[in-house]
């Protein structure tokens, strides 16, 4: 990947992440089928590597079943690196072809033999998965940036369901808001939150408040 296609890759990452901040993906469907199924693999290897849980069927590779329970693939991961929202999709088979590349790189040099029928990245076995994306981090790495927020996107499918409506997402049972504890809504559809943090407010109301909390 040449020096401009990283900064056009990462400008197009960060704006992905600047669009997950305005509300939930939920005006179109998401879709992985212009993707690839050889890159939606490797891209399922990674968000399960971020994120572990359980294999969805016997013989599932891309899913390593290191940890029980659903991980970032089943909180729906793919589902927002590729919806239409977003401009990541035309990247993905790139970034996919980048993370196979390194671990391309990385069983040649740890002498470990990849099935051929898999994705490089698929075909490692799990502790080493681990301890290449442990390697993408490093403050040396030249595409840090990249996987630092594509790490950031599949967080986001975890932490937020970020491609869901949050109402819709707990009441069907998101793993990863179940996970974190994510409090359902009042009967309305609103959340409230009548206990403080510290269980008092920080601080006493101005009395130029509007009725919508903004200041007059």
Known sequence: MSPVDRRVLLKTLTAAAAILATGPLTSSPAT???VGSWSVQTLEAFADTLIP?????PGDRPISGAASGPGAVQAGAIQVLTSPRLPVTPWLPSIAG???ARALAWAATHLILLPPTWPAFVGLP???R??????LFDPDDLDRPIWQT????VGLAFDTAAHQDTTEAIANGHPGLAWIGFPAPDADGLWRF?????NRPLADLHPHTTASGSPA
């Open 150 to 153: 594509l790490a950031l996107l």
């Open 98 to 100: 980048l993370l196979d």
């Open 130 to 135: 681990t301890a290449l994306v442990n390697g």
């Open 194 to 198: 009548p206990d403080h943090s510290y």
């Open 53 to 57: 849980g359980q294999r969805r069927y």
């Open 32 to 34: 992985a089928a212009s």
């Open 126 to 128: 799990f502790a080493h």
